[in-house]
């Protein structure tokens, strides 16, 4: 009898079905995502439809109380606002599916060229504050791990829980009041001084504090959790094995008890995304940094429904490929995870 | 010391009386002093009065929505529970796709389209949170399912919407309250962060929110004691309430 009668599967076996695992996983989300985009914007133009707000009296702003019974009559027929609330949406999905979205009151241009325009902004505080603090969090949640429990470990801990408390929008409030009104270092907001071309070095003063603050809103959560995982690793058998090896407890956290808590850290982290959208929106916000959050509340507070819509869907687009994206690599980073989870 | 929080809220408006609508310009961004606790606001009126009646609105609201939320959740849960099914995995989509949106978006949507509504606010906030109770209450409701009680009863001719009454919804309640309490914190920040962005309550009318909006042009003048009241009385009224509500599952898993 060989040995080789019944064959463990081959590394391209297992690779076939691991591929073949993910696949569903794309292909289940993507079906299920599908209905939530439609439902989301039916809902927007539900709601649009019995709230009190008039399209009319948006688009002619104060031009409304002049304007002639007649001349509403004619620009609502112009303006295509006689239909149903359903066949304005079949309409505005139909024109969404070829990339035309409308036309965006508030900043007077095409809705897709606000996103442009200001996408670019957003990624970059957002994406730049994210990095910082997933750094500061593996960097703490490692310190942490040499001795849990420890004074460190326990003034992070609740550092991070007090942290965790504040929105988003006092923690801006509180650098502002610190860094550009009493101290004056940096500049309280905009993208660059009043007047001056945006150059790199303009660009990167005024950054500072939106990208601070979006670091600190999402610090805590981060070390949270990592530092939850890693406890969680630090207790079991695996790592008491490599620790009776006599490796040094440097080696022990960097090469084994990191490793094995990244990968559900990763995985939370795609499912973060919708509160690092809202905190882009309160610190675009209070910093009046020209990014596409910030377009959020002006096109909400000036009821700019074209734009509102879009960045609705986008939004809830974005949140769903997000998390799509972080199940796939937890299922890649941990062969233990299959497709029915 | 959630007991003080709710206290402070309650008494300190009724011993000041109408103070804190008396506007005196005199008085004006007083930093805080013996006769003024927390200072004073722009129009001079005194924030530690003001506060305490802008946390009591922010109090109320967010009980409104956790109850709110409560009410749809158990039900939608226990029924999802009760039916099963394919009724059950369609309600578990929904309850999905309600999560996927960004539910601070869907609020501000909802606020911007009925503006200055405090109905808004709280149906917004209710509307975006049931999902997470609906689950629980599932989840206890089908623990029950299995159990002899539950299969007698049925045995027993009882129809499903009597389980539902008789078993479901008090095997789930326990659990129900606890998420609801979870759920007071998240309707403060929401309120408080709709009313921020100017799309919440009107300016008049105190809350946290309110007061932090205020906050931002008085920080930009020097008055930090503008901010840091609001911001530490929210700081200590969430980790309360999370402190109790942490409290409540412990006590309720010493049971089950």
């Not at chain 1, 076996?13 to 439902?39: C, F, K, M, Q, S």
């Not at chain 1, 001056?196 to 070390?223: C, D, F, I, K, N």
């Not at chain 2, 849960?77 to 929904?94: K, P, Q, Y």
């Amino acid at each position: 009898m060989s040995l080789e009668a019944t064959p463990l599967p081959g590394r391209q076996a297992r690779r076939r079905r691991r591929r073949a695992e993910l696949r569903t996983i794309v292909v289940r989300r993507t079906v299920l995502a599908v209905p939530v985009v439609l439902g989301v914007s039916l809902l927007v133009f539900l709601l649009a439809a019995v709230s009190p707000f008039d399209p009319l009296a948006a688009y002619l702003g104060d031009r409304y109380v002049q304007a002639s019974v007649e001349q509403r009559r004619q620009l609502s027929e112009a303006l295509n606002l006689e239909t149903s609330w359903f066949s304005a949406w079949w309409q505005w999905a139909g024109s969404a599916l070829t990339g035309d979205f409308g036309h965006s009151r508030v900043f007077r241009q095409p809705v897709t060229a606000v996103m442009a325009e200001r996408l670019p902004w957003t990624l970059l505080v957002a994406g730049t504050g994210l990095f910082l603090a997933v750094v500061t969090a593996l960097l703490a949640a490692v310190r942490c791990a040499y001795r849990p429990g420890g004074p460190l470990d326990r003034a992070v801990g609740a550092a991070a829980t007090v942290l965790q408390g504040l929105p988003p929008f006092v923690i801006s409030l509180g650098l502002l009041g610190i860094f550009a009104v009493t101290a004056g270092w940096l500049p309280g907001g905009g993208l660059t001084d009043p007047g001056a071309e945006p150059s790199a070095g303009q660009v990167a003063r005024h950054m500072v504090l939106p990208v601070l603050a979006t670091a600190l809103s999402q610090l805590p959560w981060l070390l949270l959790s990592l530092r939850a995982s890693m406890a969680g690793v630090l207790r079991s058998d695996a790592v008491r094995g490599v620790r009776l090896r006599g490796l040094r407890e440097r080696t022990v956290i960097r090469k084994h008890v990191l490793p094995a808590a990244l990968a559900p850290f990763i995985a939370v982290l795609g499912s973060r995304l919708p509160e690092v959208i809202v905190g882009a929106v309160l610190i675009e916000t209070v910093f009046s940094w020209p990014g596409l959050a910030a377009a959020v509340v002006s096109s909400a507070q000036a009821l700019d429904f074209a734009l509102l819509a879009a960045l609705t869907v986008m939004t809830t687009v974005a949140v769903l490929a997000a998390s799509l994206l972080a199940d796939l690599l937890y299922v890649l980073l941990d062969p233990r995870v299959t497709a029915d989870v | 010391m959630l007991a003080g929080i709710v206290a402070y809220a309650v008494f300190v408006p009724m011993l000041a009386g109408t103070d804190q609508k008396v506007t005196d310009f005199s008085a004006a961004r007083l930093p805080p002093s013996s006769a003024h606790l927390f200072g004073t606001d722009h129009a001079g009126r005194d924030l530690f009065v003001r506060l305490a009646s802008g946390l009591r609105v922010s109090l109320l609201i967010a009980a409104l929505c956790a109850v709110l939320a409560m009410v749809l959740g158990m039900l939608v849960g226990s029924v999802s529970a009760a039916v099963g099914g394919r009724t059950d995995r369609i309600i578990m989509r929904i309850i999905d796709a309600v999560n996927a949106v960004p539910h601070l978006l869907l609020g501000v949507v909802i606020v911007a389209m009925f503006r200055g509504s405090v109905i808004a606010i709280i149906a917004s906030i209710a509307l975006t949170h049931w999902t997470q109770v609906a689950r629980i209450v599932r989840a206890e409701a089908l623990s029950v399912r299995g159990l002899e009680y539950v299969e007698a009863s049925y045995l027993l001719g009882a129809t499903r919407a009597q389980v539902l009454r008789r078993h479901f919804l008090p095997a789930a309640l326990g659990q129900g309250m606890v998420a609801t309490v979870m759920l007071l914190p998240h309707a403060i920040w929401h309120e408080s962060t709709l009313s921020f962005l100017g799309l919440g309550l009107s300016p008049d009318r105190a809350s946290l929110g309110t007061l932090l909006q205020e906050a931002q042009a008085e920080v930009l003048l020097g008055g930090w004691w503008a901010l840091v009241f609001p911001a530490l009385l929210l700081l200590c009224t969430t980790l309360a309430i999370a402190a109790c509500g942490s409290g409540l599952v412990s006590r309720t898993e010493g049971r089950s």
